[in-house]
């Protein structure tokens, strides 16, 4: 499910950059939903506008697998991956895209079921 606020003023950043930050998002949540074995996997997207400082934040939701406290704390480390076949590189990178625009990425919910990372943008380039 695709749920965006009518109206989202423009950020200022790099489009391809940000893209690349979405796509890896999604593409963790649709492998935490393959790991596991959900039948009625689903991924909501959400953008809104955020007030004080004015920013867009980004949701992306799954009711994957989660992520375990332990790993949670080392998610956005380079070489930190939960994937048999993965690099660890995304979450890293994604974090150091968000961090040049000027905003931030976090795991809002790592419970199984209710899985969600958040990042936000500020609409002014600093």
Do not use: C, Y
């Not at 593409?27 to 004015?54: C, H, K, Y």
């Not at 979450?91 to 209710?114: M, N, P, V």
């Amino acid at each position: 499910m695709l749920d965006v606020a009518d109206a989202l003023p423009p950020i200022h950043g790099d489009e391809v950059q940000l893209q690349q930050v979405v796509l890896n998002l999604l593409s963790n949540a649709v492998d935490a939903i393959a790991g596991s074995r959900q039948p009625n996997g689903r991924v909501d997207v959400s953008a809104q506008l955020m007030e004080v400082p004015t920013r867009i934040e980004i949701a992306v939701r799954d009711n994957g697998a989660g992520v375990s406290a332990d790993f949670a704390e080392r998610l956005f480390h380079p070489l930190a991956t939960s994937k048999v076949d993965g690099f660890g590189l995304g979450l890293s990178i994604s974090a150091s895209i968000i961090a040049a625009h000027g905003g931030r990425i976090w795991l809002q919910s790592g419970d199984a079921g209710t899985t969600e990372f958040r990042f936000s943008v500020p609409l002014k380039a600093g």
